[in-house]
């Protein structure tokens, strides 16, 4: 994540079926890195936007056209932000995706009824309370889904 030399969106690393979206509230300080990780130790290639060159202006589409282009995506839904679009796409997309969020608080999750009833959080969400529990959840979605 955050490479120097940024990819163009014409060279996405992997093919449709390895490719896993990466979303996440970028100024919450999500464990993305944490999630990087076993997205790559399951054999797939991960797709954050970060890593490619986007305007600013055209940051909505390019990230709306970087998940269209992967088969699977992980959502880090603990914090909301623009996250929140890219789930509604993937879902009239048919990705296989897993939303995952934060739970170390005892109670309710932290997250709004919106996120909560959405029809993929209901058909697939973990919290985590633990980075190696956060790893676990992404490396079993993705294992169940081998690259």
């Known amino acids: 994540m955050s490479r120097t030399q940024k990819l163009g969106l014409h060279n996405i690393p992997g093919t449709y079926s390895t490719r896993v979206f990466l979303g996440f509230n970028y100024l919450s300080g999500s464990r993305a890195e944490d999630i990087l990780e076993a997205i790559r130790d399951s054999g797939f290639t991960p797709v954050v936007a970060i890593d490619f060159d986007i305007p600013a202006a055209k940051v909505y589409d390019c990230c709306l056209y970087l998940l269209c282009h992967c088969q ?33 608080l005892d109670g309710p999750p932290r997250l709004s009824s919106m996120v909560q009833t959405h029809p993929l959080f209901k058909l697939n969400n973990r919290s985590y309370t633990n980075t190696s529990e956060l790893k676990d959840h992404v490396r079993g979605f993705l294992g169940s889904n081998s690259a």
């Open 72 to 104: 699977y995506a992980v959502f880090d839904v603990t914090v909301p932000g623009g996250q929140l679009i890219e789930i509604e796409l993937a879902h009239r997309l048919d990705t296989e995706c897993l939303l995952v969020w934060d739970g170390w």
